[in-house]
């Protein structure tokens, strides 16, 4: 699977960004898809994931209730809608793609494809 994550940028604090990940290759709506970050100097982690059939869903904590994450797979995209951003949210976003049991989907080992990460900044 080739993923291409988009959307990330500039945003205030208490803004909104929405995210979003195609994906080309192979059957999309065969993987789990999850959301990951990682800020300057610390360790990637996990922000969201969605099941294959996108009837399930999971958050960090930190973002419970502020992201929401959503697949077409008709038209083999995920999303995160990111609002009420924070300045600890600015990182670099990635999407990625498992095939994994859904018990591990916080965990990034667990992915197999992996988007180039999009950029998302969030000013004071």
């Known amino acids: 699977v080739q993923l291409q994550a988009s959307g990330g940028g500039l945003v205030q604090a208490g803004g909104s960004l929405r995210l979003s990940c195609a994906a080309s290759?192979?059957?999309?709506?065969?993987?789990?898809m999850g959301w990951f970050r990682q800020a300057p100097g610390k360790e990637r982690e996990f922000v969201a994931a969605?099941?294959?059939?996108?009837?399930?869903?999971h958050y960090a904590s930190s973002v419970k209730g502020r992201f929401t994450i959503s697949r077409d797979n008709a038209k083999n995209t995920v999303s995160l809608q990111m609002n009420s951003l924070r300045q600890e949210d600015t990182a670099v976003y990635y999407c990625?793609?498992?095939?994994?049991?859904?018990?591990?989907?916080?965990?990034?080992?667990?992915?197999?494809?992996w988007g180039q990460g999009t950029l998302v900044t969030v000013s004071s």
């Open positions: 290759g192979r059957t999309f709506s065969n993987y789990h």
């Open positions: 969605i099941s294959r059939a996108g009837t399930t869903t």
């Open positions: 990625a793609a498992t095939g994994s049991r859904w018990s591990t989907i916080d965990l990034d080992y667990e992915y197999d494809y």
